[in-house]
């Protein structure tokens, strides 16, 4: 199990800017029968960890001065949406005797010959699983083997992923996660975008008249009463 450090924060509100200019990002632990604790982390140190664990793994977190190894799961993860820079971070403890539901990435692999030899496009329905598990069980990751897709008319479905032992799937079993189209007819394509190129300058033509034959009127016109 990957490791983090933290260290408790009396830090709150505005006050939690200064962490942030120091190179530490205010977080919350919290979970089934245990008081909130504020804490508090190192920038560098989270991002390689979060690039290890990912949001499906467990992560001991170790807070100064407590001797309880806490493991944790990446529930939440709030970004400045100006900077993209990570602000604020959900730790949940989770108890290891009882099953949580995450969403696990899913990451591509193989090589399909409906792409290769057909020239079609791969396309991937879902990015995320979300999968059911003790905590100590969940997969980091869930591998899509797109060796099977051969032709137009072949799928992956959910059922198809191989999981790891004592994993269940929380999602449709017979949902398209991946599949291959054919390639588009790209004359086609560009004659329908001629069409209606010509056809939106016919409207704008039209809307620009229509507005001379107002703009013509005397301002003082009166208008007529609809009864």
């Known amino acids: 199990m990957i490791k983090l450090k933290a260290k408790i924060r009396q830090e709150t509100g505005r006050k939690t800017d200064v962490l942030r200019d120091s190179g530490r990002i205010p977080a919350v632990v919290y979970g089934h029968k245990i008081k909130n604790i504020l804490v508090d982390i190192d920038e560098k140190e989270f991002s390689n960890v979060l690039r290890s664990a990912g949001e499906s793994s467990l992560v001991e977190l170790n807070i100064e001065g407590d001797k309880e190894k806490r493991p944790v799961l990446v529930h939440e993860i ?28 899913l990451v591509i692999e193989g090589v399909s010959l409906a792409v290769k030899d057909l020239g079609g496009t791969l396309v991937k329905n879902i990015s995320e699983l979300k999968v059911k598990a003790l905590p100590q069980n969940l997969p980091h990751e869930i591998k899509v083997l797109i060796d099977s897709l051969n032709t137009f008319e072949d799928h992956i479905l959910v059922k198809d992923l191989p999981l790891p032992p004592n994993v269940k799937v929380a999602e449709k079993p017979d949902e398209i996660v991946a599949s291959v189209v054919p390639p588009e007819n790209v004359e086609e394509e560009l004659a329908e975008e001629i069409k209606e190129n010509v056809e939106d300058v016919g409207k704008v033509e039209k809307e620009k008249k229509e507005e001379e034959i107002v703009d013509d009127e005397p301002a003082d016109k009166p208008k007529d009463d609809k009864k």
């Open 78 to 105: 709030q970004k400045d949406p100006v900077t993209d820079k990570i602000i604020h971070i959900d730790f949940f403890q989770a108890s290891l005797t009882e099953e949580v539901e995450v969403e696990v990435p």
